[in-house]
């Protein structure tokens, strides 16, 4: 058992499938996220107090939290229960990982609180289980990342095995969310349930140079891998203003630029922060123009993941 009786954890946003990726390729933001504070209890099991900052149900078995802590708690058979409360700062449907943060943050605090008994690693088979209330698909490119930093890729699902990626130092992530909401569960649906070989060929082709462009430090190749022949046909129409957004930030320098996970927020990568700065300027100036209200940041790659605070 840890020495706390309480931890306050940073639990940060993500950005999955990086366009080449669909559900196996994720990133973890740095300085964006949801903050939760933890405590150990003397009844056994799980209870949410209290929520901030967005209109979620405090039933555990229908909170992404709960039921990522629950199945975490299921497994490790601990003698005590724990009470959570979650400030949320990652808008539920924005498309950096809300529901993710959520569940990592949930199933590595109850584990510090537990004195570690499982690596980082371990736990996102658990974390997943809240992705799964929230998307109702079983995937881990956002819980990864959330949990271990930096890009992690699942190279399978069954069994699960997932490889991280440290970012090149002078990568930057401009990022836009519309706001709106669009559900992960709902842009799923606008996707095709079988693919022509010729765009599985196309997409496998992206996804390799992409993980090659990181370990190689080649940015011009990132941007060329950047581009997604699955997702984004489908749910770039789902998304106000996405072509005009994805001109602009490749006019203004971006590397490569796409959906951020389901969307609405859209992603550029980026060399250099000046870079960063200035595909931030032309999106603010485009949604202002479009009367389309909408936050705009920029972002390094956040290397630690989910801690404490």
């Known amino acids: 058992m840890s020495k706390f009786e309480e931890v306050q954890v940073f639990c940060p946003a993500t950005v999955a499938n990086l366009s080449c990726g ?5 990133l973890c933001l740095k ?9 150990i209890t003397d009844e056994p099991g799980v209870r949410i107090k209290r929520i901030s900052g967005a209109d979620l149900s405090l039933e555990v078995e229908q909170n992404v939290a709960g039921v990522a ?21 990652i808008k539920p449907g924005s ?14 605090g109850i584990n510090k609180l537990l004195g570690t008994p499982l690596h980082r690693r371990d736990l996102i088979p658990f974390a997943m289980q809240g992705e799964v209330l929230a998307s109702k698909a079983f995937h881990a490119d956002n819980v990864a990342p959330a949990l271990l930093g930096g890009f992690t890729i699942v190279k399978g699902y069954h069994p699960l095995e997932v490889l991280r990626i440290d970012a090149p130092d002078d990568l930057y992530v401009t990022l836009v969310h519309p706001k709106i909401e669009l559900r992960t569960a709902d842009s799923r649906v ?4 079988q693919l ?6 196309q997409q496998s082709g992206n996804l390799a140079a992409f993980v090659h462009a990181l370990h190689t430090k080649d ?6 891998a950047t581009k997604d022949v699955i997702a984004e046909p489908h749910r770039e129409k789902l998304i106000p203003l996405f072509s005009l957004a994805k001109s602009e930030a490749l006019k203004s320098g971006a590397l490569g630029v796409g959906i951020s996970g389901s969307g609405p927020s859209i992603y550029a990568l980026c060399e250099g922060k000046a870079s960063a700065q200035e595909v931030s300027r032309a999106w603010k100036l ?15 790659v956040n290397a630690k993941g989910t801690e404490l605070i």
């Not at 498309?95 to 590595?108: C, L, N, P, R």
């Not at 606008?190 to 349930?193: F, K, M, Q, Y």
């Open 22 to 26: 669909f559900d196996v390729l994720g």
């Open 190 to 193: 606008v996707l095709p349930a």
């Open 196 to 201: 022509p070989l010729k765009t599985a060929v």
């Open 95 to 108: 498309g950096i990982g809300s529901s993710a943060a959520s569940a990592a943050g949930a199933v590595y």
């Open 219 to 224: 940015y011009l190749l990132l941007g060329r």
């Open 31 to 39: 300085g964006v996220g949801d903050e939760m504070t933890i405590r």
């Open 69 to 89: 802590a629950v199945s975490l708690l299921n497994f490790l058979k601990p003698k005590v229960g724990f009470e959570i409360e979650i400030d949320k700062k």
């Open 286 to 300: 485009s949604y202002i123009l479009n009367n389309i209200e909408a936050d705009v940041f920029i972002s390094q």
